[in-house]
């Protein structure tokens, strides 16, 4: 049901595109990216997103959520497009932005992800992301998977980040990659709204590991 009415959406795009700005049937078919893959749940609860997110690799181009590069391909700082679902919705004042490793489907990622990317008070010029303001907690670290693990969903998302904010212990400096509680550092840091996400997926060498029967047919 999920694959038909995402070919149904990438069918009707064109149209939408056509009359205009309201990008509402790319918001549902990331949301539908987002729990066909497990993101949603085994990352975020719920994913019910006011933009879109896009990453603009070097040599590669703007990507597709779900999109299988290699390492090489995904080892320049991407650059990230924000593009409102409508007319109606603004993006104003300053977000935070970060990138972490979900790991591959089927995983359990309860005890904490790899965080490649975490940046404080980014800010939205004309859709582009903007850190000319920013604080680059976590520099950019491109995804590196284990060989054989295979494919892992690097999942970028995009949150509110009003004025209250606070950063939590241990990340108000910069610290390098490190396995963290992501949904832990949302909620005390007093993060807001989830604006946008997207995905990418990551795989070295052939997996040598079982992969569930969702990735499987994938
Ligand atoms: C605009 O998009 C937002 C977020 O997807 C949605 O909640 C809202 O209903 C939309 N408004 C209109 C007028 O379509
Ligand atoms: C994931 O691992 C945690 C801790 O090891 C365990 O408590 C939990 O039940 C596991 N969840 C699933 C869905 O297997
Ligand atoms: C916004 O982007 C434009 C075009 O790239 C640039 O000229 C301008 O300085 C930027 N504004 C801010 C506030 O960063
Ligand atoms: C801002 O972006 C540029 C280009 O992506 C990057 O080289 C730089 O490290 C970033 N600075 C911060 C503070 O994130």
Same mark, same amino acid.
């Not at 719920?46 to 597709?64: D, K, M």
């Given at each position: ?37 497990? +993101? /949603? ?18 040599? /590669?181009?703007?990507?597709?959520? %779900? ?56 800010? +939205?010029?004309? @859709?582009?992301? @903007? ?17 054989? @693990? ?24 910069? +610290? %390098?990659?490190? /396995? ?11 993060? %807001? ?15 040598? /590991? ?9």
């Amino acid at each position: 049901m999920v694959q038909f009415s995402l070919l149904a959406s990438v069918a009707l795009l064109s149209l939408v595109r056509a009359q205009g700005t309201d990008h509402s049937l790319d918001v549902k078919a990331i949301e539908a990216h987002f729990s066909q893959s497990g +993101i /949603v749940p085994q990352l975020l609860a719920q994913f019910e997103p006011s933009a879109l997110l896009t990453l603009n690799f070097q040599g /590669v181009g703007s990507v597709t959520p %779900g999109q299988l590069l290699t390492k090489e391909q995904v080892s320049p700082t991407p650059a990230v497009t924000v593009t409102p679902a409508n007319a109606s919705v603004q993006l104003a004042g300053t977000y935070t932005l970060a990138m972490v490793d979900a790991d591959v489907v089927g995983s359990n990622i309860s005890q904490g992800v790899t965080r490649h990317w975490l940046i404080n008070g980014v800010t +939205i010029n004309d @859709s582009s992301i @903007s850190n000319t303001s920013a604080t680059a907690i976590t520099p950019y670290a491109g995804p590196w998977p284990a060989a054989g @693990s295979g494919p892992h969903r690097y999942v970028v998302v995009l949150y509110e980040q009003p004025s209250s904010f606070s950063a939590p212990d241990g990340f108000s400096e910069p +610290i %390098g990659v490190s /396995v963290f509680d992501f949904n832990a550092y949302v909620k005390n840091s007093g993060l %807001g709204a989830l604006v946008a996400g997207t995905y990418i997926q990551v795989e070295e060498g052939t997996a040598t /590991v079982s992969l569930s029967a969702t990735s499987k047919c994938r």
